[in-house]
């Protein structure tokens, strides 16, 4: 069963950075937290992964807390391209996914 | 990123038939891949676990004798849908690792499974 939760749907303005959280209150220490994208029709996309530093990459960057019980995945400059189902999901190996939030960037 | 090809991308079949859809990880060994099943707006259900070289571990409630998993290979796993009925009709989606632990998954795109 999924152990995360998500808001199931936000709006973010063209240009401005999208902030979507997460909650995994129930993560155990040796579990990473993942974060993935999935637009419709399509195969999840791989964003950002970390275990308890913050990351950033190319795409995102990815805040976890310092009990690391939730966690927030920011896209700095968000596109038209960004709308997807955004799914933050805890594991160490199997991914199991939850309902995700549907992210709308809006013109 | 890494690739994971599926094949085919969709595919129409009769009621009663198999269908066979093959995941495979194009530039690295996967010790291990899943397979989930989405349906309309829906999220990803976890299927089973596909591990090279042994038997798949299916989810609850997931029927292995109609869900065929094969893992022959370190880079190829087959999902065979058994005799298929309308209500398999699904998004199949694969997806691989390398084999270390807490690396990113790699997903296909997906298959798209009609039963007529």
């Known amino acids: 069963d999924a152990k995360t939760t998500q808001p199931p749907s936000m709006d973010c303005a063209e240009g401005r950075a999208a902030n979507l959280p997460c909650n995994h209150s129930t993560i155990s220490g040796n579990e990473y937290v993942y974060w993935y994208r999935q637009i419709h029709s399509q195969g999840p996309q791989y964003i950002i992964h970390?275990?308890?530093n913050n990351e950033t990459n190319e795409m995102a960057s990815l805040i976890i807390t310092e009990d690391r019980k939730s966690s927030t995945l920011i896209l700095p400059h968000a596109t038209l391209r960004d709308t997807a189902v955004y799914y933050c999901?805890?594991?160490?190996?199997?991914?199991?996914f939850g309902q995700g939030t549907r992210l709308t960037i809006n013109p | 990123g890494a690739v994971v090809s599926q094949h085919p991308s969709w595919v129409i079949c009769k009621s009663g038939t198999s269908v066979k859809i093959e995941c495979r990880s194009l530039?690295?060994?996967?010790?291990?891949m899943f397979w989930y099943r989405q349906f309309p707006k829906q999220s990803l259900m976890l299927m089973a676990t596909s591990n090279e070289g042994s038997k798949a571990t299916y989810e609850q409630g997931v029927e292995k004798d109609k869900f065929l998993i094969n893992h022959a290979s370190l880079t190829l796993s087959t999902l065979t849908v058994t005799s298929a009925h309308p209500e398999d009709s699904s998004f199949y989606i694969c997806?691989?690792?390398?084999?270390?632990?807490?690396?990113?998954?790699?997903f296909g795109q997906g298959t798209r499974l009609t039963v007529v």
């Open positions: 530039d690295f060994q996967a010790t291990t």
């Open positions: 999901i805890v594991g160490a190996q199997k991914l199991v």
């Open positions: 970390g275990l308890k």
């Open positions: 997806s691989a690792t390398p084999g270390q632990l807490n690396t990113e998954a790699f």
